[in-house]
């Protein structure tokens, strides 16, 4: 009796001892991890138990799994698996590399010996990589690998210089060649340096790169510095791999984008087809006019792209992000305080060119320059004087200025060049109106019908004001009407001796200021007749 309830005593003990080391080994327990790596390479991951936390574990395995791997007497063969009631321990002679236990294995959702065998495995095969990696074999492969890689340097580099040498002399010729043929020769100097300076920043990043490659393969020759190698690729091929990744993650939104571009692309096409087609009069629309084709075609171009913009303006990769909006904000503040006259200057050229006031190729004045239209956009207008000067007038000041367009008047036989000329009283004025009928009479230009006139503008104290009006059929020669108008006139009014009393006199020459005609060839004028 005494002894089965020993036995029963003793029971209970064991029981609560086991109880209360089993919570002991719970509270202490670790659930993070850390990894098992040698030369470089991971093999598995461990966790912290009681004292011993993950990365203490791991680290001490990784310590012993390299000891092991540098004795060359040490067979593979002999790590096996020992088991007890608390841990499987995977050892080689009297040497335990590791303990599993049940924990781990539960983690890992599988039994104890089924976790420690596989682990034990990869243990194996750690070692014999190993040893082949830091065998002489392949430190002798990895040597010349070094060598080669050395080599191929070296001549990467004396290709580049002779590459950058060549383009240099290239680019130097074609920038004189460039610079005979422009005026800005006294920039030689400014753009052969920025030129040169460019072509030297390019080498070096390009010879940066070279050694970058070159160093990191290097290293990855050699097992004890392969982790750095690693690591060195790790730096470029990690942000490739991100940009790839984000890539795809943004890949529908950019299917979108391509697929808009090219509905946006196609109805661009179609609409430049139809207003081309309106510019060229093989359509026509009631009241449009052939010269609005293409500033209207511009306009819908442009609302077409801002309504395209907005639309993909969610689906560009980073438009969430928060310094993608603020740059599209700086932008929009930015062109909201630059813009004022700009979107001025672009109503007024919208105005302008459905007002009709004048058209690319017309001889127009504004304020007090005339000259033909070169260009009309939505910004400025650019005109060519007849001494062949090109001026450039924002748009916004021609809706303040008085156009007048010679062209729409010559272009219906209505365009008047006025002369004024005073003759005294003591001519007839009659014999003035016909002298000035015959002087427009000689000049080619002038057309006869509608037939020029003149008028007597006013009586003043010393003259008559009398005024000439020829129609002609162009604008385009204006300059050299007037001029042989003023040529023919001189020449009746001497012919006939009748004075031009221009500027004013005070009293009456002895004889009259005219040019008889045996005197109208003299030299050197003769010369230029003959």
């Known amino acids: 009796m005494k002894v089965g309830i020993q036995l029963l005593l003793a029971l209970v003990f064991i029981t609560l001892v086991n109880t209360a080391y089993a919570e002991e080994v719970t509270v202490k327990r670790d659930d993070t991890t850390a990894v098992v790596v040698v030369d470089g390479e991971t093999l598995f991951q461990m966790r912290g ?12 395995i990784a310590e012993r799994i390299k000891f092991l791997a540098e004795d060359p007497f040490l067979l593979t063969d002999s790590i096996t698996l020992v088991s007890d009631d608390i841990t499987t321990d995977v050892v080689t002679g009297d040497t335990i590399i590791m303990s599993v236990l049940d924990y781990d294995a539960v983690a890992e959702g599988v039994s104890r010996t089924e976790l420690a065998t596989r682990l034990a495995d990869k243990i194996r095969a750690a070692i014999i990589k190993y040893r082949q990696e830091h065998s002489v074999h392949n430190l002798l492969i990895g040597a010349l690998s070094a060598l080669i890689a050395t080599v191929l340097l070296a001549a990467f580099i004396y290709g580049l210089n002779r590459f950058f040498e060549y ?10 060649r460039w610079l005979d043929t422009t005026r800005i020769r006294i920039f030689e100097f400014i753009i052969e340096g920025a030129l040169i300076a460019s072509l030297k920043l390019l080498r070096l990043f390009i010879l940066i790169g070279g050694l970058y490659v070159y160093f990191s ?12 190698a690693e690591k060195l690729f790790g730096y470029v091929i990690n942000p490739i791999k991100q940009i790839g990744a984000d890539i795809w993650k943004e890949m529908p939104n950019l299917m979108f984008l391509l697929i808009l ?13 139809f207003f081309t087609a309106l510019e060229n009069g093989d359509l026509q629309l009631i009241e449009f006019y052939p010269e609005w084709a293409k500033p209207t075609y511009k306009i819908c171009r442009f609302l077409i792209i801002i309504f395209a913009i907005v639309i993909a303006y969610p689906y560009i990769p980073g438009s969430n992000s928060r310094a993608f909006q603020g740059v599209s904000i700086f932008l929009g503040v930015l062109f909201s305080l630059g813009s004022t006259s700009v979107v001025a ?12 006031g004048f058209r ?7 304020g007090d320059t005339t000259g033909k239209v070169l260009a009309v956009s939505l910004l400025v207008t650019r005109i060519r004087t007849p001494k062949n000067l090109e001026i450039t007038i924002p748009n916004s000041l021609l809706m303040s200025n008085q156009v007048t367009n010679y062209s729409f008047a010559a272009g219906e036989g209505r365009l008047i060049l006025p002369v004024s000329i005073t003759i005294g009283y003591d001519a007839p004025w009659r014999q003035v109106h016909g ?4 002087a427009a009479e000689r000049t080619e230009q002038v057309q006869r019908d509608p037939a020029p006139f003149v008028l007597q503008r006013a009586l003043d104290d010393f003259y008559v004001n009398y005024e000439l009006n020829a129609y002609v059929g162009t604008a385009d020669s204006m300059p050299k009407v007037y001029s042989d108008l003023h040529q023919n006139i001189q020449d009746a009014f001497n012919e006939y001796g009748v004075q031009i009393m221009s500027p004013h006199y005070v009293a009456d020459p002895e004889t009259a200021k005219i040019v008889t005609r045996e005197n109208w060839q003299q030299a050197p004028a003769a010369d230029a007749e003959q």
């Open 217 to 228: 393969l290097m290293l990855s020759f050699f097992p004890w510095t392969r982790t750095i």
């Open 167 to 176: 383009l240099r002399h290239r680019l130097d010729a074609l920038m004189r």
């Open 49 to 60: 138990f009681k004292g011993f936390t993950a990365q203490v574990r791991a680290d001490r």
């Open 345 to 356: 200057n672009m109503v007024a050229g919208v105005i302008l060119t459905y007002m009709r």
């Open 261 to 273: 571009f090219f509905i946006v692309r196609y109805l661009l096409g179609v609409m430049r087809f």
């Open 435 to 438: 002298l000035l009928l015959l």
């Open 360 to 366: 690319v190729g017309d001889v127009v004045k504004i």
